[in-house]
């Protein structure tokens, strides 16, 4: 089993920055991608990003240019680094984890999830 814990979440001003992480515990190892997505109220959830084990990174065009991607293997983390926030980009964000082939957008190869961490970003 994997186990994801998302943080960082918060509150900011538009123009802002937040640094979400996910930090995975349990069978590490059979982790294949780490995805972010996220769900505003009423709205259909939207995949963010994703990187696979090997480093690849792949970034939704709506945020491409001000969110990054990144992971920290020795800390069984995954960062999601977000610039000049957004009123749009509030929303609840997840982390979710691939184990049996290399995920990116599509959220259904996707059977570990986390608790999300809210983004809210004021005008």
């Known amino acids: 089993q994997v186990r994801l814990v998302a943080s960082g979440g918060g509150s900011v001003q538009a123009g802002g920055s937040l640094k979400l992480s996910c930090a995975a515990s349990?069978?590490?190892?059979?982790?294949?991608?780490v995805g972010w997505f996220r769900q505003a109220p009423g709205l259909e959830r939207e995949w963010v990003a994703s990187?696979?084990?090997?480093?690849?990174?792949f970034t939704n065009d709506s945020v491409k240019g001000r969110f990054t991607i990144s992971q920290d293997n020795p800390k069984n983390t995954v960062y999601l680094q977000m610039n000049r926030l957004k009123p749009e980009d509030t929303a609840m964000y997840y982390c979710?984890?691939?184990?049996?082939?290399?995920?990116?957008?599509?959220?259904?190869?996707?059977?570990?999830w986390g608790l999300g961490t809210q983004v809210t970003v004021s005008s």
């Open positions: 990187i696979w084990r090997g480093g690849q990174r």
């Open positions: 349990g069978s590490i190892d059979s982790i294949k991608s």
């Open positions: 979710a984890a691939a184990t049996a082939v290399y995920a990116a957008s599509n959220e259904g190869e996707y059977p570990h």
